[in-house]
């Protein structure tokens, strides 16, 4: 079956601008997570939704990231007023069940902000 | 808060030679230990996880260790092929199902 799909694969922005990356999680898989990956770094946590429980944003750096999952889907990243510092790979990942500790990872977005 | 620290962060080995990648973790509370590779241009892959009753874990060609009293873990690839060359990240689990992820390691096998 199909994988987690992730759009764009690559994202050219200007400083202030405004940007949504999406992710398509593996249809059935409960939960979904947003990792960032800066170059050189480790993959640093954003944000969990685990099916119709408040998400965990506990990740979210600031508070022009925001996300939101619509229909237990697909999900959208939002980053208000981009950074320079917001350039990285952002990673989707879903998991089967809330027992289930087993990521599924997207390609990712790689995000440039210029 | 919760950390995962990963060693080394780049490693070269010969093709057929042994690598062994190390991760500590701050969280007593962690059970679950797992292991991806991440090939260029693609997403981390789960390889291999270890949960904390247990303390050693095979398939094939790579293997993880557990130490729960000394907070760390390991990843052993024996008979490395150019394939395996990669980056390998290790996480450990931490309350509410999240994982957190060490630095990464980069994997070189020269033929």
């Known amino acids: 079956g199909a994988g987690v799909s992730q759009s764009p694969s690559n994202k050219v922005t200007e400083k202030g601008k405004d940007v949504e990356l999406r992710c398509d999680p593996i249809?059935?898989?409960?939960?979904l997570y947003w990792y960032r990956q800066s170059l050189g770094q480790g993959l640093e946590f954003l944000i969990y939704f685990q099916g119709n429980s408040a998400p965990d944003k506990s990740g979210l750096p600031s508070d022009r990231f925001s996300a939101e999952r619509t229909g237990g889907s697909v999900s959208t990243l939002t980053i208000q007023r981009t950074q320079q510092e917001d350039s990285a790979v952002y990673l989707c990942a879903s998991s089967p069940d809330p027992g289930s500790e087993k990521l599924f990872f997207g390609s990712g977005t790689q995000l440039s902000v210029l | 808060g919760e950390n995962v620290e990963q060693h080394p962060s780049t490693l070269s080995v010969q093709e057929g030679d042994s690598a062994v990648i190390k991760c500590t973790y701050s969280?007593?509370?962690?059970?679950?230990f797992p292991w991806y590779k991440q090939e260029l241009g693609k997403g981390p892959q789960l390889i291999i996880d270890i949960r904390s009753n247990v303390g050693e874990k095979k398939d094939q060609r790579i293997a993880v260790t557990l130490n729960k009293t000394a907070k760390h873990f390991s990843l052993h690839i024996t008979e490395t092929q150019p394939e395996d060359s990669a980056v390998y990240f290790c996480a450990a689990s931490i309350q509410g199902g999240k994982l957190i992820f060490g630095q990464g390691t980069e994997l070189s096998v020269k033929p």
């Open positions: 969280d007593s509370a962690s059970n679950y």
């Open positions: 249809s059935g898989h409960t939960a």
